[in-house]
């Protein structure tokens, strides 16, 4: 039930909850909307409609069978967890001071492929048969996706502090989802 989170991000997390987030998904649920819109705008008739078989064309076509703890735990967490663990740096009494971000071009590759998982991760909470509803629901999934973007572009430049950003929004999307589907989910700060 709970969330382990390399330490580091503790310092940045109170001002991106602050700031950063709340601005951008506003406007992620506008554009949401606007989609929504867009697609209950669309003509109904055409080939498609009368001959196809249901399936093809409605949420059942999907295979959303992995309940959704399976997919936090086996789909979610651990793409999530690569990104983190490829961020900022930590300070044992241990190893001395460590910078955790990638030091060549092969793990930067590495963490991008993740970042690009953790966009379509988005898609698929959002998909129909997966997805809790239609309002929230949605602007949650597509900030994970927003957050993976960010770490993506941030990955191919090689930009460490954007990089670490991008995982602090990242996480700010995890905990507020929480927040708002199942409150019990507890979030904490760990070195893992
Ligand atoms: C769109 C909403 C949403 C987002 C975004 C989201 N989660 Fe979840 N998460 C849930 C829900 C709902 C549950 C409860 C699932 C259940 O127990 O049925 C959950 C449960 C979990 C659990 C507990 C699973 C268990 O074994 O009980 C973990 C771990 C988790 N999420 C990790 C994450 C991480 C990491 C992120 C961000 C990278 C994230 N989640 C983003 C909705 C979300």
């Not at 929504?36 to 008739?45: D, I, N, R, V």
Request: include cysteine; charge should be negative; charged fraction near 15%.
């Amino acid at each position: 039930m709970y969330i382990s989170l390399p330490l580091q991000y503790f310092r940045s997390l109170a001002s991106t909850l602050a700031t950063a987030l709340p601005r951008s998904w506003r406007r992620a649920t506008v554009l949401v909307a606007m989609l929504l819109l867009a697609a209950c705008g669309e003509p109904s008739t055409g080939p498609t409609q009368s001959a196809a078989p249901a399936a093809e064309n409605t949420p059942t076509a999907f295979n959303t069978s992995l309940n959704m703890k399976d997919f936090m735990n086996l789909v979610l967490d651990p793409a999530a967890d690569v990104l983190w663990d490829s961020a900022g740096w930590v300070d044992s009494r241990e190893t001395g001071y460590e910078e955790l971000y990638p030091t060549t071009d092969e793990q930067w590759d590495y963490v991008r492929r993740h970042a690009a998982l953790l966009i379509e991760i988005g898609n698929m909470l959002a998909l129909p048969g997966r997805a809790v509803d239609n309002d929230a629901w949605l602007t949650y999934a597509n900030g994970l996706s927003q957050a993976g973007a960010l770490a993506m572009e941030a990955a191919a430049l090689q930009n460490k502090e954007d990089f670490f950003q991008a995982g602090a929004q990242l996480y700010s999307v995890c905990t507020a989802c929480h927040q708002a589907y199942n409150p019990e989910i507890t979030s904490k700060f760990a070195t893992n």
